[in-house]
């Protein structure tokens, strides 16, 4: 009765390929998320060089340089379109099949017998797509000097996605404008998302902007530490341990070492003890969404706060850390 069914379901249980088409922005470009479960970020590629220039078997994030073959870079959104057009294109195929074998069904009834039998097939619900949707306010565009290949991230980007080359010399002062940039706009950012949404919505925006912002910060000046370093003549003669850069006394003690000058050396006290916080808040805020224990209090001296509590990330604070890596990513380029 349902052959014609049972030969589509066993097509489909050898494998069929899936045509579908995710969307790309305004200018080409294709939204992608690093599959690090540490990085997550996303970012855009145009479409064009991940296409021509980005190889199958590995893409890098732009971010944190995780290294992974290409199906892998879809985000959270494009994930599930791909999903509900894979199951527009399983009801499409179902409900042909059916419709093919309810026919053939009935063909075969006899007229004007005693019992009579028909057979209907009521189509199930097929879901709309909807195109998944990027945000592209404060977002920097980038070219890498090797490969060409352009992508871009709301905020800094350091690794291109085809080669790999670490960018973060050339993109650490427009990474410090854009969190600049994102400050100056919360007034209108809130505006806009109370207008179309409501307060706790444009609260929970601000909030993620600034969590975010802090971040961004942190992570451009350990990579343009650490390219930085990488440049010097004698940055051979050092062994360098994955994420170093990440730990403030770690590498404000490899730069003494190489240079003779250490990150004190060019900050004040005062500077130096606010860096060593927000260091410790941007650990918190990649590892335990911000909630505070013990342990960061210990490391960071920082009594505003008891285990268990929320960090709160103000403007003010954001404004402090981005004069403060600038200041002393000037003195290290020297």
Not at 82 to 101: G, W
């Amino acid at each position: 009765m349902f052959d014609k069914l049972l030969h589509e379901l066993q097509k489909l249980e050898r494998g069929v390929k899936v045509p579908i088409q995710l969307p790309l922005d305004e200018k080409g470009y294709m939204d992608r998320q690093c599959p690090s479960e540490e990085c997550q970020t996303e970012f855009k590629v145009l479409y064009e060089d991940w296409r021509d220039r980005v190889r199958d078997e590995a893409v890098f994030c732009p971010i944190c340089r995780f290294e992974s073959p290409s199906t892998e870079w879809n985000t959270d959104s494009q994930q599930e379109h791909i999903q509900r057009a894979s199951m527009a294109y399983l009801n499409k195929v179902v409900n042909q099949a059916m419709r093919e074998d309810a026919r053939a069904f009935n063909t075969r009834q006899r007229r004007g017998s005693l019992i009579s039998m028909s057979m209907s097939v009521k189509p199930s619900y097929s879901p709309i797509l909807i195109s998944p949707q990027a945000a592209d306010a404060l977002r920097q565009q980038f070219v890498c000097e090797y490969c060409h290949c352009q992508y871009s991230s709301v905020g800094a980007a350091f690794f291109c996605p085809a080669c790999g080359h670490n960018s973060a010399q050339s993109t650490f002062a427009a990474s410090i404008q854009t969190v600049r940039t994102t400050v100056i706009n919360l007034p209108s950012i809130r505006a806009t998302v109370e207008a179309t949404a409501d307060k706790d919505a444009a609260e929970n925006t601000i909030r993620q902007l600034l969590e975010n912002g802090l971040v961004k910060l942190v992570a451009s000046f350990q990579r343009f530490a650490e390219a930085t370093f990488q440049a010097l003549p004698n940055s051979s003669n050092f062994q360098v341990r994955k994420n170093l850069f990440q730990n403030l006394n770690e590498s404000t003690a490899l730069w003494r070492n190489a240079t003779g000058s250490g990150y004190e050396n060019f900050l004040t006290q005062a500077e130096m003890s606010d860096l060593h916080v927000f260091f410790q808040q941007r650990h918190l805020l990649a590892h335990r969404e911000g909630i505070v224990d013990q342990d960061y209090i210990t490391k960071s001296g920082d009594r505003n706060y008891t285990a268990g509590q929320k960090l709160v990330v103000k403007d003010q604070a954001i404004v402090r850390l981005a004069a403060i890596v600038e200041k002393l990513a000037n003195e290290l380029s020297k």
